[in-house]
């Protein structure tokens, strides 16, 4: 995992484009705490949430809780709001990672994803082997689709998503803003970097009451009754 925006292709560039697509992400999130998770999220400007108690967990020092992303030393439920910045594109278990965010956050409460889009031009530069081992190429891509089953399928639900910076990141320059401009009307879905805002949902368990059917009675005695006076007959 990149240890700074520096580490990254572009990084600083990345950052700029990325702070203020979060803005009005960060603005719908409420509540008491918050966890930034990662070292890129150490410098990352979320000032933009109402949530006044925010931490910065990540593997580093500079972090005001040191901790690995895949073992939160954080209790269930103890979290309105969680931010993770290219988190899962570097991790070893992006499953555990994903399942230890949903225990922490409190339900309702909101979880943002950033991640690498392999649908775009990014994807270009693990074309080349001498790219393969520089960030972000050295990670592994995820679909929005994809990381969307996986939170889904915790009883997550989808509020916003977009795709920002359409770039490969190669080379000295970034695109240009006429290329950003044409991206979003034109191709919304082929940013390098998606965004996805998600609301932990709980379904409570409401137990269902048995549906009692009233038996009528037989009655016997008539029938019995009925019995021996058509045997008489005979």
Not at 27 to 54: C, H, N, W
Not at 204 to 213: A, E, F, I, R
């Amino acid at each position: 995992m990149p240890l700074s925006w520096d580490e990254l292709a572009q990084g600083l560039w990345l950052k700029q484009q990325l702070e203020p697509a979060i803005t009005p992400m960060l603005e719908r999130m409420f509540g008491y705490y918050m966890v930034t998770l990662g070292p890129l999220g150490d410098s990352l400007d979320t000032s933009a949430s109402s949530i006044k108690r925010q931490l910065r967990l990540s593997s580093l020092l500079t972090g005001s809780i040191r901790g690995k992303e895949t073992e939160l030393p954080l209790s269930e439920n103890s979290i309105d709001a969680c931010v993770a910045p290219f988190c899962l594109d570097f991790c070893s278990d992006p499953h555990q990672m994903v399942r230890e965010i949903h225990r922490v956050v409190i339900s309702d409460g909101h979880i943002l994803v950033a991640g690498f889009n392999p649908y775009s031009m990014i994807s270009t530069g693990k074309i080349w082997p001498s790219w393969r081992k520089r960030y972000p190429w050295s990670g592994r891509f995820f679909a929005q689709g994809r990381i969307a089953d996986w939170f889904q399928l915790l009883g997550c639900e989808i509020i916003d998503r977009q795709t920002l910076a359409f770039s490969s990141l190669l080379g000295t320059n970034p695109a240009n803003r006429k290329i950003q401009q044409l991206g979003q009307r034109y191709a919304p879905w082929a940013g390098s970097v998606y965004v996805m805002l998600m609301k932990k949902r709980e379904v409570p368990l409401t137990p269902v009451k048995p549906s009692w059917k009233t038996v009528s009675r037989i009655k016997t005695v008539g029938a019995l009754s009925g019995a021996g006076v058509a045997g008489r007959q005979c």
